[in-house]
């Protein structure tokens, strides 16, 4: 998957936690987690700038977490800073939560592909890939970025108008 591929899936991924934010009233809140999914989707492919093997390291559960985990800790310190005033306490667990959502949504995303991945490295080598298109394959890509796009999209205007 590219990263049009991966925003897609990011928004997709990320609809319904947004229509539970904005439920919630915190439109700001719902704001800041689409554009951390958008930010986060294509970051695993890092690693082609890296010196590790693409769709290693980076394209695990555990890093997914790892990287969910720093994401709700430096979300703690700037609040702690005094950066977040008004916004609820359980900020710091949504970014965190978005970050790893996101993440998980790439990996899903690779593992349609006949490359897959290794999801439980380093404690298992299983191998998934469900070889349903390959990662170059444009119209994948766009019809997932649209399709992302048009589920934050239903979930923005079906809250706007509940």
């Known amino acids: 998957m590219y990263w049009r ?5 990011g928004l997709l991924a990320y609809a319904p936690v947004a229509g539970v934010v904005l439920g919630s009233g915190e439109f700001g809140l719902a704001v800041v987690g689409g554009l951390i999914a958008i930010t986060v989707a294509p970051l695993p492919d890092v690693d082609q700038s890296l010196p590790i093997p693409h769709r290693g390291p980076t394209h695990t559960l555990a890093f997914a977490v790892a990287a969910g985990v720093v994401a709700a800790l430096a979300a703690t310190v700037v609040l702690a800073a005094g950066a977040g005033a008004g916004v609820p306490p359980w900020t710091p667990a949504f970014v965190g939560g978005v ?4 993440l998980c949504s790439h990996i899903a995303g690779d593992a349609l592909t006949p490359m897959g991945i290794q999801p439980f490295r380093p404690l298992s080598g299983f191998h998934l890939t469900l070889d349903l298109t390959p990662a170059k394959n444009p119209r994948a890509n766009y019809l997932f970025l649209a399709v992302g796009v048009a589920a934050l999209g239903t979930v923005v205007a079906l809250t706007a108008t509940g």
């Not at 591929?5 to 899936?9: D, M, P, R, S, W």
């Not at 970050?99 to 996101?102: A, D, I, P, S």
């Open 5 to 9: 591929g991966h925003v897609g899936l």
């Open 99 to 102: 970050v790893t959502l996101t």
